[in-house]
């Protein structure tokens, strides 16, 4: 099994950034897709970036803000949000799944993160 750890949340104004981090433990997540999910109260998580080892792919509501990536010891994988907005604001949790591929579906990610808080003020 794999730990994960999400950092770099908090509290920012309108068209700010932040980078999230998700750090792995346990094993090496190589492997491993990874896929960053959000999740306001009352909501189901939902999807927001994914990364396996065939490319990437983002919700249309982050599209060319948002940028996933994974160092290169495969430990760790970055969201890098920019033009942050209210509607950002969200708990965002880091998934893995043991396969290369990523997939959308929060169902289909056996292994989180606790989260970490992101909130946009207007």
């Known amino acids: 099994q794999v730990q994960l750890v999400e950092s770099g949340g908090g509290l920012v104004t309108a068209g700010a950034s932040l980078t999230l981090s998700c750090t792995a433990s346990?094993?090496?997540?190589?492997?491993?897709?990874i896929t960053w999910f959000r999740q306001t109260p009352g909501k189901e998580r939902a999807f927001v970036a994914a990364?396996?080892?065939?490319?990437?792919t983002y919700s249309d509501s982050v599209k060319g803000r948002f940028t996933i990536s994974r160092d290169s010891a495969d430990k760790t994988v970055f969201l890098q949000m920019n033009r942050l907005k209210p509607e950002d604001t969200a708990v965002y949790y880091c998934?893995?799944?043991?396969?290369?591929?990523?997939?959308?579906?929060?169902?289909?990610?056996?292994?989180w993160g606790q989260g970490t808080q992101v909130t946009v003020s207007s």
């Open positions: 998934g893995a799944r043991p396969n290369r591929y990523y997939a959308t579906a929060a169902e289909e990610y056996p292994y």
């Open positions: 346990g094993r090496s997540i190589g492997n491993y897709a």
């Open positions: 990364i396996g080892w065939t490319g990437s």
